[in-house]
């Protein structure tokens, strides 16, 4: 499990009105701080998002440029005038957030210790922001047709047994296969490798070693029916030939016949 400070996440929450993601950049929109109230005392430490924003560009387009990046560098790349970027070096300079080195061209950026420091704070609060919405997610995928490993396995009375005792029930012998978008997948991913799954321990049989698998409930439905739901489990398969976004389920149920399904046809899952 994790080790997070409550203080910290209520102060994070509090800074901040909510995130917004596309397919290649994060965007934070503060809430607005009254500055004009009576209440009101300024926070020198408080990285706010036109500090943090750049503090991430400098450092992942230095990463991205063998180690160096410059003024000059950052007034390429993003679409932003060359004042308002000169503004901002100067105002993280005046924080101890950068340094510059002017033996470079145009002068060298680098992160300070502190500068470092704060982007690791803001990392730590998008994992518990996105482990949280990756529990509460509704997940949609496109069913397709398995090769008909998935029953081999699944019948196997070592496995059987494991099914029946952690998971509650005997499950019909085959997997369900769906296909995630790759936002989805690593939404997915991200919850699996980070939260308590159920483990199904794996064995040597007579034969072949078989594999642990995780499992984690699910309740399933066709997406043009929502009310039509049965319980299941996702399977995270040690040893798969399947890639990650290719997800197998199971249930006491034959899913395609129970959903009347095919392949091509979307169905959605919720963690329970």
Same mark, same amino acid.
């Given at each position: 499990?994790?080790?997070?400070?409550?203080?910290?996440?209520?102060?994070?929450?509090?800074?901040?009105?909510? *995130?917004?993601?596309n397919?290649?950049?994060?965007?934070?929109?503060m809430?607005?701080?009254?500055?004009?109230?009576?209440?009101?005392?300024?926070? /020198?430490?408080?990285?706010?998002?036109?500090?943090?924003?750049?503090?991430?560009?400098?450092?992942?387009?230095?990463?991205?440029?063998?180690?160096?990046?410059?003024?000059?560098?950052?007034?390429?790349?993003?679409?932003?005038?060359?004042?308002?970027?000169?503004?901002?070096?100067?105002?993280?300079?005046?924080k101890?957030?950068?340094?510059?080195?002017?033996?470079?061209?145009?002068?060298?950026?680098?992160?300070?210790?502190?500068?470092?420091?704060?982007?690791?704070?803001?990392?730590?609060?998008?994992?518990?922001?996105?482990?949280?919405?990756s529990?509460?997610?509704?997940?949609?995928?496109?069913?397709?047709?398995?090769?008909?490993?998935?029953?081999?396995?699944?019948?196997?009375?070592?496995?059987? /047994?494991?099914?029946?005792?952690?998971?509650? *029930?005997?499950?019909?012998?085959?997997t369900?296969?769906l296909?995630?978008?790759?936002?989805m997948?690593?939404?997915?991913?991200?919850?699996?490798?980070?939260?308590?799954?159920?483990?199904?321990?794996? *064995?040597?049989? /007579?034969?072949?070693?078989?594999?642990?698998?995780?499992?984690?409930?699910?309740?399933?439905?066709?997406?043009?029916?929502?009310?039509?739901?049965?319980?299941?489990?996702?399977?995270?398969?040690?040893?798969?030939?399947?890639?990650?976004?290719?997800?197998?389920?199971?249930?006491?149920?034959?899913?395609?016949?129970?959903?009347?399904?095919?392949?091509?046809?979307?169905?959605?899952?919720?963690?329970?």
């Open positions: 499990m994790m080790n997070i400070d409550k203080k910290n996440v209520i102060d994070s929450y509090s800074k901040m009105s909510y *995130f917004m993601w397919e290649n950049i994060l965007i934070v929109l809430s607005d701080r009254n500055e004009n109230s009576s209440n009101y005392v300024p926070d /020198e430490r408080f990285v706010g998002e036109k500090e943090w924003f750049f503090l991430l560009w400098i450092s992942y387009h230095k990463m991205q440029n063998n180690g160096t990046i410059s003024t000059p560098d950052l007034c390429k790349i993003l679409p932003i005038s060359q004042q308002t970027i000169s503004r901002r070096i100067l105002e993280l300079e005046e101890k957030l950068i340094i510059r080195n002017f033996e470079g061209r145009g002068g060298e950026l680098e992160l300070t210790t502190e500068g470092y420091a704060q982007l690791n704070n803001i990392y730590e609060q998008l994992k518990i922001i996105s482990l949280k919405a529990n509460e997610t509704t997940y949609c995928g496109t069913l397709l047709s398995g090769m008909g490993e998935g029953a081999h396995y699944i019948k196997h009375p070592q496995y059987l /047994e494991q099914f029946y005792k952690k998971i509650g *029930f005997f499950p019909y012998f085959g369900l296969n296909k995630l978008s790759p936002t997948d690593n939404l997915l991913q991200n919850y699996i490798n980070n939260y308590p799954t159920i483990i199904i321990d794996g *064995f040597v049989g /007579e034969s072949r070693t078989y594999g642990e698998v995780k499992c984690v409930k699910v309740q399933m439905w066709p997406r043009n029916n929502v009310h039509n739901q049965v319980s299941g489990a996702l399977l995270k398969i040690q040893r798969t030939s399947h890639k990650s976004h290719i997800l197998e389920f199971i249930s006491e149920q034959y899913l395609r016949d129970f959903f009347k399904i095919e392949d091509g046809s979307k169905i959605c899952f919720k963690f329970i």
